[in-house]
């Protein structure tokens, strides 16, 4: 953040006890934290918890995890299942942190979560979504998108699931 959120000034840095160097305005005389969006995306397990869900979105042909931004005043938690409702029409429990990483190219703090769906229909899928398939564990880590943060948050998934 180079510019004030509320006024437009050039920000300066100025050392802040306990934070060090912040950007600050010398107009508000206020520091000014950083401001980036927040988003879910999830591991979706099947009720069994033997099958990851998968998809493909925005006509691109590679698959992902199910994902989207946080609302104002959400819990991310919430976010996750409403968001597999709104895009996949399944029901989510067992919602469990898994891994976050900033993702510059958004300026988003991605949030993953794994849960469990309620059924393995996937016959309320939405626009947002190309296609929805179900995958055993090794054939999701052989599906995902590589060298993509759905795959990092997978792997993290698997990882942990194995020890």
Same mark, same amino acid.
Not at 91 to 116: G, H
């Given at each position: 953040?180079?510019?004030?959120?509320?006024?437009?000034?050039?920000?300066?840095?100025?050392?802040?006890?306990?934070?060090?160097?912040?950007?600050?305005?010398?107009?508000?005389?206020?520091?000014?934290?950083?401001?980036?969006?927040?988003?879910?995306?999830?591991?979706?397990?099947?009720?069994?918890?033997?099958?990851?869900?998968?998809?493909?979105?925005?006509?691109?042909?590679?698959?992902?995890?199910? %994902?989207?931004?946080?609302?104002?005043? $959400? &819990?991310?938690?919430?976010?996750?299942?409403?968001? !597999?409702? +709104? =895009?996949?029409? /399944?029901?989510?429990?067992?919602?469990?942190?898994?891994?976050?990483?900033?993702?510059?190219?958004?300026?988003?703090?991605?949030?993953?979560?794994?849960?469990?769906?309620?059924?393995?229909?996937?016959?309320?899928?939405?626009?947002?979504?190309?296609? %929805?398939?179900?995958?055993?564990?090794? $054939? &999701?880590?052989?599906?995902?998108?590589?060298?993509? !943060?759905? +795959? =990092?948050?997978? /792997?993290?998934?698997?990882?942990?699931?194995?020890?």
């Amino acid at each position: 953040m180079k510019y004030c959120v509320e006024c437009g000034t050039k920000l300066v840095t100025k050392y802040l006890e306990n934070e060090g160097e912040i950007p600050y305005c010398p107009n508000c005389n206020e520091f000014r934290f950083p401001i980036f969006n927040s988003a879910v995306s999830m591991v979706v397990l099947s009720p069994k918890k033997d099958k990851i869900l998968l998809i493909k979105q925005y006509g691109r042909d590679r698959y992902i995890l199910v %994902a989207g931004y946080i609302n104002r005043g $959400e &819990a991310a938690e919430d976010a996750v299942a409403r968001e !597999l409702k +709104e =895009e996949i029409g /399944l029901d989510a429990s067992e919602i469990t942190f898994n891994k976050s990483k900033f993702f510059e190219k958004s300026n988003t703090l991605m949030n993953n979560f794994y849960c469990v769906a309620d059924t393995e229909d996937l016959s309320g899928i939405t626009k947002e979504v190309d296609l %929805a398939t179900w995958f055993t564990f090794e $054939e &999701a880590r052989r599906n995902i998108a590589h060298g993509s !943060l759905a +795959e =990092e948050f997978l /792997l993290t998934f698997l990882d942990k699931k194995s020890h």
